[in-house]
């Protein structure tokens, strides 16, 4: 079945602290993978994709993720976090061929920053 | 450019009525999806629309439905509500011409059954 699994569900960090969460999917064949962020208020916005090629990709706002095929997963990392990082992250996979906009997401990180 | 737009914003049913929510895309994105989010299970795909025809399904009953309009607006109805069916709906809408899977959301209309 094709999932996605987040494995931590709150977060929480002090300014400056880095930042990696954890995402991890199934899937047969060739994935998209995609990280959106909401933060509070607001609407669910696309922070970063990996179609192919490099394995590392950056993102909006210094994040960036890494795909490792071997481990089915593509976590989210920080070097240093700010107060305005608080906000609910999700991990979501597609397939490559014919998936269109049928996104598979994990249940979600809250990430709360003290300052 | 107007983001995408849902109506209602909230809405209160009881078990077994019907509802029907509303979509309107950004101007000139023809796909629009549906989800259902709820706490603890993320959000999970319920179906997407392109040129009023269903391009994906995902796994849900046949008592949720949906459909757009040659205006890309879309609308999808759930029948005979449940408990469970109370969650927030989003639907999100993308350009036409990049197949990117970057998908602009609305502010999502929050469905409570009593």
């Known amino acids: 079945a094709q999932s996605v699994s987040q494995h931590n569900h709150h977060v929480i960090l002090s300014e400056a602290a880095s930042l990696e969460l954890g995402c991890n999917y199934s899937?047969?064949?060739?994935?998209?993978l995609f990280w959106y962020v909401q933060y509070p208020g607001q609407h669910l916005q696309l922070l970063l994709k990996?179609?192919?090629?490099?394995?590392l990709v950056k993102g909006i706002k210094g994040f960036e993720a890494e795909f490792i095929k071997s481990k089915f997963s593509f976590n989210l990392r920080k070097p240093s976090v700010q107060w305005s990082d608080t906000a609910e992250y999700f991990c979501a996979v597609r397939g490559a061929s014919g998936g269109y906009n049928k996104l598979i997401f994990g249940a979600g990180t809250r990430l709360a920053v003290h300052p | 450019k107007a983001g995408v737009t849902q109506t209602p914003r909230y809405l209160i049913k009881t078990r077994g009525q019907q509802v029907t929510l509303s979509c309107s895309p950004i101007?000139?994105?023809?796909?629009v999806s549906w989800y259902q989010q709820t706490p603890g299970q993320g959000l999970q795909f319920l179906f997407e629309y392109f040129s009023e025809t269903q391009r994906n399904k995902g796994n849900f009953p046949g008592r949720f439905s949906g459909r757009q309009f040659s205006n890309s607006r879309s609308e999808m109805n759930v029948s005979t509500l449940e408990l469970g069916d109370s969650a927030l709906y989003l639907c999100?809408?993308?350009?036409?011409?990049?197949?990117?899977?970057?998908?602009?959301f609305g502010e999502g209309s929050r469905l409570t059954v009593l």
């Open positions: 899937y047969g064949g060739t994935v998209n």
């Open positions: 101007s000139g994105h023809r796909s």
């Open positions: 999100a809408s993308s350009p036409p011409d990049r197949n990117t899977g970057e998908l602009f």
């Open positions: 990996y179609f192919s090629g490099d394995p």
